[in-house]
């Protein structure tokens, strides 16, 4: 299996930055997984929010690999545990899927045609997180979904 985040913005602080490189070394023998960053749009110079949200979108569009099966991060998202998650993902390897994209969007949203694109979308729950934790969370909950797949200690 091959994963691929994107995510709009740049990890700037270096407790975001090392968080992220901790849990892409852990999944590494378990999934390829690449982190792919697009530009945030500032929506002042974009000419507004809604201009800002299809310029991010058309840059995650095209950061999507071509067959990858995409899961948007979303907060009215399908909420997962840690067990279900594992099993969507395993799932979706056996059905023949050997890419998945998970696509956090920027802090104005994400453009329909984003929306479009995904297959499935994801929830951490109705709370809202700052997108670096949220990346930090999800590279987290891929890492915990292999470990529960391959039934190893980690998950409790």
Known sequence: MKFTVIAVGKLKERFWTEACAEYLKRLQPYAKTQVVEV???????AGGDAA?????????LKAVPDRAHVVLLAIDGKERSSESLSARIDSL???????IAFVIGGSC????DVR???NETLSFGPI???HNLARVVLLEQLYRACKISRGEPYHK
């Open 39 to 45: 530009a945030d749009v500032d929506p002042a110079r």
């Open 116 to 118: 479009a694109r995904a």
């Open 93 to 99: 390897g056996l059905s023949g899927c050997g890419e």
């Open 128 to 130: 809202t997180l700052p």
């Open 52 to 60: 800002a949200v299809e310029r991010e979108g058309a840059a995650i």
């Open 109 to 112: 949203g994400t453009s329909a």
